[in-house]
């Protein structure tokens, strides 16, 4: 009989251990499915594509919440978990970072219990579990009845949440939190991250990164995948500027030229 963890490693996902969010990477199955248009799917891309690049807050990730569960209202369950399931090799796998993989691996050989712990539905964060090797998975449930999505949401795993249920299931699996991990990029995972006794920052917003930096916690940067929408160098944010006051000058060139007074010849 395998015997009780004593010690825990709990990995956030999206930006932790996947370069991309696992809840709009399926825009297009999505919508090759039949279950969004393709303004629904454009709008997904484009709420991706602001996450990749700034991240969410936590009044993003409750509008995103919303306007999730208002779009699965209605949607077949296991419509969406064989989309999810079809499709994780080509869409969702190739963003798994390497480091994040060579570490929950090396977490689980060193007899650690992992825990994918997300803000993203249990329907799309399982599979990815499964492809790591991770067996207990603690997400946002979708409630369900008759087979379909109600559009209601049972428990939201964000903020304090997560922390909560982090503290529920070393209550009931005995982990000692005091030598247990936590790996996350977000400030809005700090109660899940000051819940354990090795908080780690994982590509760090902004925001973690100055906490973690406050109170030396450990760093660490995964670059490999790349991520879907690379983040823009120094260089090239000095370019970008150099070209916005480029364009700035001229347009106030050609706005001062047609506002002068004219002569007649």
């Not at 919508?31 to 990749?52: D, E, R, V």
């Not at 995972?189 to 994982?202: S, W």
């Not at 001229?250 to 002068?260: D, E, K, M, N, T």
């Amino acid at each position: 009989m395998r015997l009780p963890a004593t010690t825990a490693a709990f990995f956030d996902l999206d930006k932790t251990v996947i370069a991309t969010s696992s809840a709009y990477v399926y825009g297009k199955e999505f919508l090759n499915s039949g279950l969004i248009s393709p303004s629904t799917a454009f709008s997904m891309s484009l709420a991706k594509a602001s996450y990749m690049v700034s991240g969410h807050s936590s009044e993003q990730m409750d509008a995103s919440r919303d306007q999730l569960s208002n779009m699965v209202t209605g949607w077949d369950v296991n419509q969406v978990k064989q989309i999810a399931d079809d499709t994780l090799h080509t869409v969702v796998a190739p963003t798994i970072y390497a480091e994040a993989r060579d570490l929950i691996a090396h977490h689980l050989a060193a007899g650690h219990d992992v825990v994918i712990i997300s803000a993203s539905a249990t329907v799309l964060v399982e599979p990815i579990a499964k492809e790591l090797g991770v067996r207990t998975v603690i997400a946002t449930k979708l409630e369900e009845a008759d087979g379909k999505f109600t559009g209601n949401i049972s428990f939201y795993c964000k903020g304090a949440a997560k922390a909560e249920a982090i503290r529920t299931l070393a209550a009931q699996n005995g982990y000692n939190l005091a030598t247990s991990y936590a790996y996350s990029d977000s400030a809005t995972d700090l109660p899940m991250l000051e819940t354990v006794g090795h908080p780690i920052a994982v590509n760090p917003d902004r925001a973690l990164r100055k906490i973690a930096a406050e109170r030396d916690w450990e760093i660490r940067t995964f670059r490999n995948p790349i991520p879907l929408i690379p983040m823009p160098t120094g260089k090239e944010l000095s370019i970008g500027g150099s070209v916005i006051a480029g364009i700035a000058a001229v347009s106030a060139g050609i706005w001062w030229w047609y506002r002068r007074p004219h002569h007649a010849a």
